[in-house]
């Protein structure tokens, strides 16, 4: 059976569907299977960031609706083979498919893979709850933000209410150069904030997009960032990005100037 975690935040645009695709990728990248699954029922974010929208054939409307069956609805990618993604549906159908429903087309997912990535949308009403129901662990993602942790806050406690064994962190969008600087709270004083074991740091970076982790180069560290969250939730890694190393130093001055 698959680890069923779903992406969480409350506040909208912290970096939900990037940290999806992003983990997804690397994980299946180590051969395991991997299912993302769209929760954003409505908004169809996920198959448009990983440049499938236009191989997707049926969605989890007509999987709930039983036109289809789940093995009919996934796209596989086209870079890493053991990657497939459920697609959502186009706006209006969000109420389409209900939390039970939902859960249930997750389960049977969990039967064909090692990890089911589940992509929550923003907000904590009924797309949440049924994101989240489906669910047996949850990483909530928050930036620096004052107004994106205190959202991230209510989400933990919500998250708290349902079958969700294990809960971690990951900050988002995080300025080295202000951290040093003392002028944003430190990743870490945020978990702490917040409860959580922190799983992951990633950067401010330009270069962050879906398929960050693809580029090796990966500019600025996003992609080091992704990995060390990679290895964090797979268990063989137990550090995160160090976000103030470009910053520390001769050099480090320099960037932060
Ligand atoms: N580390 C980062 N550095 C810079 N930009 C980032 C970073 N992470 C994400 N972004 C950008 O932030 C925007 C929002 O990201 P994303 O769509 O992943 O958020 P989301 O939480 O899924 O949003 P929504 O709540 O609307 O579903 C995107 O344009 C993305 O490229
Ligand atoms: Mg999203």
Do not use: Q, W
């Not at 053991?82 to 697609?87: E, G, I």
């Not at 063989?236 to 100037?257: A, Q």
Request: hydrophobic share 45%.
């Amino acid at each position: 059976m698959a680890r069923t975690v779903v992406i969480a935040s409350g506040k909208g645009g912290v970096g939900k569907t990037t940290v999806t695709a992003n983990l997804g990728i690397l994980l299946a990248m180590t051969g395991k299977r991997v299912i993302l699954a769209d929760a954003d029922i409505g908004l169809n974010n996920l198959d448009v960031a990983l440049c499938i929208e236009n191989r997707v054939v049926y969605d989890v409307v007509d999987v709930a609706e039983g036109r289809a069956g789940l093995r009919d609805a996934l796209v596989k990618d086209k870079f890493v083979p053991t990657l497939s993604v459920l697609p959502s549906a186009k706006a209006n159908s969000s109420d389409r498919v209900r939390a039970a429903a939902f859960a249930g087309i997750i389960a049977e997912a969990a039967g064909m893979a090692d990890y089911v990535i589940i992509d929550a949308p923003a907000g904590v009403d009924a797309g949440f709850h049924r994101a989240v129901s489906a669910a047996r662990e949850a990483i909530v993602v928050t930036t620096p933000h004052v107004s994106a942790i205190r959202d991230a806050d209510r989400t933990v406690s919500l998250l708290s209410t349902y079958n969700v064994a294990r809960i971690g962190l990951v900050v988002n969008r995080v300025r080295g150069d202000l951290v040093t600087k003392g002028e944003t709270v430190p990743p870490e004083k945020i978990a702490e904030l917040l409860r959580l074991p922190l799983y992951g740091v990633i950067p401010e970076s330009d270069a962050v997009g879906v398929y960050t982790v693809l580029n090796s180069y990966g500019r600025e560290g996003a992609a080091e960032a992704y990995r060390m969250l990679a290895e964090y939730v797979e268990g063989s890694g137990k550090e995160v990005y160090d976000y103030t190393r470009r910053y520390r130093g001769f050099l480090g001055r320099l960037r932060r100037f």
